[in-house]
Every structure is written in structure tokens, then in C-alpha cells.
Nanobody, 124 residues
């Protein structure tokens, strides 16, 4: 069974950095999309970044230049390096996986596997 476990969230000041980690197991397909999504209180879930099995990555405009998604297949870990954090980045962050390698940021509902989330709180 596919399992995704996020960690690395916390409370930081605006301008600081955090690195989120998603440890995964049970992935059997060579083609896939893995991504980070977030949901703030009272708001809809939104796609933050996606890493595809072809090595490509996609980012939401609001995080471009500040966030970096990466995958270490030897460690079975997906990362989200977040820098220059802003108050608006406050949300629960979720890791997601699906064997469909072509998924885009707005296709969150197409992801079949999700972690339980890790909270990021940014204050100024």
C-alpha cells in the first residue's frame, strides 16, 4: 500500500525558511506525479508544486522563485524547500502521489494518494 508521511512544518517568522519532507513507501509505478498542495483555513486546497517522473517540475505563480520541489529516490523522500516565507504561506501542507505522470497543479482531485499533512504557520 502507498503511504505518504509529511514532516518539517512549524512556526516561523516571515522571511525565514522551512523544508518539508514527505517520506513515501509502496510506490510501484515508474511513471508518476508527486506534489505538494496546501489548504489554509476557509480557503480551497491549492497546488503548490509538482514533480513528474520525467524530471519536470511545475510551480504555482505565488511560490515561483521561493519554493523548490525535489525528489530523492534513494531515500524515498520528496522535499519542498521554502524560502522567503510570507504570512499567506500559512496553511496545512499535503504531499500527494499518483501514477498519472501528466497531472497539473489544478488537478489535485486526480491524485489518488495523500498524506495527513504538516502545518506551516508564518507570522510577521
Amino acid at each position: 500500500a502507498v503511504q505518504l508521511v509529511e514532516s518539517g512544518g512549524g512556526s516561523v517568522q516571515a522571511g525565514e525558511s522551512l523544508r518539508l519532507t514527505c517520506e513515501y513507501s509502496g510506490l510501484v509505478y515508474k511513471s508518476f506525479s508527486m506534489g505538494w498542495f496546501r489548504q489554509a483555513p476557509g480557503k480551497e486546497r491549492e497546488g503548490v508544486a509538482i514533480f513528474a517522473s520525467d524530471g519536470s517540475s511545475k510551480y504555482a505563480d505565488v511560490v515561483k522563485g521561493r519554493f523548490t520541489i525535489s525528489l530523492d529516490m534513494e531515500k524515498n523522500t520528496l522535499y519542498l524547500q521554502m524560502t522567503s516565507l510570507k504570512d499567506d504561506d500559512t496553511a496545512m501542507y499535503y504531499c500527494a502521489y499518483d501514477p498519472k505522470w501528466w497531472l497539473r497543479l489544478h488537478q489535485g482531485p486526480e491524485f489518488g494518494y495523500w498524506g495527513h499533512g504538516t502545518q506551516v504557520t508564518v507570522s510577521s
